[in-house]
């Protein structure tokens, strides 16, 4: 159980577009790291689109991600697990600018011992939006909830986090903040 959690960056996207929200010099000094956050980028699509997560700049094929989803407006869900190494974590329910969307998508990441230098690296994480019409449902609002996990392949601590867009800039208002827990 958590004894201490810290408030470490909060990185907020004022004024024009920003491509990329970043973390760097993340202290070693925590047991584990929180990820909190909310966003939409300028992409004039209705979809749910998608922000990407590197660690310590790696562009390598060195991430894993699995999710599973539901959705109210087609009373869809699913869950999908690409066991491929990729360039990054694609996470789902970022919010365009389409229509009348001023919401943006919530994000939730817990990463444990990412300080470890002997160890590879896992995370879970949850993110929610709600859009007020798609192409693709026809009633009035549609919500979409994301939960799932990720492996990053790699040892060495984590000192560096760059979200980025997978289609546009940030958006002014996104915000996103990191916290650090002590376990002990």
């Known amino acids: 159980m958590a004894e201490a959690t810290t408030h470490i960056a909060t990185q907020t996207v004022s004024g024009g577009s920003t491509a990329s929200i970043v973390f760097s010099s993340i202290p070693s000094t925590y047991d584990d790291l929180i990820l909190i956050g909310s966003?939409?980028?300028?992409?004039?699509?209705?979809?749910?689109?998608?922000?990407?997560?590197?660690?310590?700049s790696d562009?390598?094929?060195?991430?894993?991600l699995g999710h599973g989803y539901a959705q109210r407006g087609?009373?869809?869900?699913?869950?999908?697990v690409d066991a491929n190494l990729v360039a990054q974590w694609r996470i789902n329910n970022l919010p365009g600018t389409a229509l009348s969307e001023t919401a943006?998508?919530?994000?939730?990441?817990?990463?444990?011992?990412?300080?470890?230098?002997?160890?590879?690296?896992?995370?879970?994480?949850m993110s929610g939006s709600v859009l007020s019409n798609t192409n693709y449902v026809t009633r009035q609002y549609s919500t979409l909830n994301f939960k799932?996990?990720?492996?990053?392949?790699?040892?060495?601590?984590?000192s560096h986090m760059t979200l980025t867009t997978l289609y546009g800039y940030w958006v002014a208002g996104s915000s996103y903040s990191l916290?650090?827990?002590n376990n002990s």
């Open 39 to 56: 966003g939409r980028c300028d992409n004039s699509s209705d979809y749910q689109l998608y922000f990407d997560i590197r660690l310590n």
């Open 59 to 64: 562009a390598n094929s060195n991430y894993t």
């Open 74 to 80: 087609t009373n869809s869900y699913g869950s999908n």
């Open 104 to 125: 943006p998508g919530s994000f939730y990441m817990y990463m444990p011992g990412y300080s470890e230098t002997t160890t590879k690296k896992n995370m879970v994480w």
């Open 148 to 158: 799932g996990f990720g492996l990053y392949n790699a040892t060495g601590g984590i």
């Open 179 to 181: 916290y650090g827990i």
